[in-house]
Nanobody
Framework: VQLQACGGGLVQAGGSLRLSCAAS????????MGWFRQAPGKEREFVAG?????YYADSVKGRFTISRDNAKNTLYLQMNSLKPEDTAVYYC??????????????????WGQGTLVTVSS
């Protein structure tokens, strides 16, 4: 599967953005899908995941919503109440083998190219 992420940009603290991840090659429902982010100088971290249910990192719970449109074969991440510490490059990813929640980046087989989100204070 090929993944193409977009939707990043510059937003003020408290604002919202919606990231999209368009898939081609195979249907997204075949995978556990996740969003990760990587801030400058930091390791890539799990943000949210979805297959049969959703799962969120504590840092974004209640502010971010992951969803999937099977008809459009697209993954989304709705980000509300953004904070400066949300600034990062955001990546979508697909994991082939999953028996539950997949939070480790090494378990993902396919990655999008990343989209930059910058939150100003």
């Amino acid at each position: 599967v090929q993944l193409q992420a977009c939707g990043g940009g510059l937003v003020q603290a408290g604002g919202s953005l919606r990231l999209s991840c368009a898939a081609s090659g195979r249907t997204l429902s075949s995978y556990y899908m996740g969003w990760f982010r990587q801030a400058p100088g930091k390791e890539r971290e799990f943000v949210a995941g979805i297959r049969w249910f959703t799962y969120y990192a504590d840092s974004v719970k209640g502010r971010f919503t992951i969803s999937r449109d099977n008809a459009k074969n697209t993954l989304y991440l709705q980000m509300n109440s953004l904070k400066p510490e949300d600034t990062a490059v955001y990546y979508c990813a697909a994991a082939t083998d999953s028996s539950g929640v997949v939070t480790r980046s090494s378990m993902y087989d396919y990655w999008g190219q990343g989209t930059l989100v910058t939150v100003s204070s």
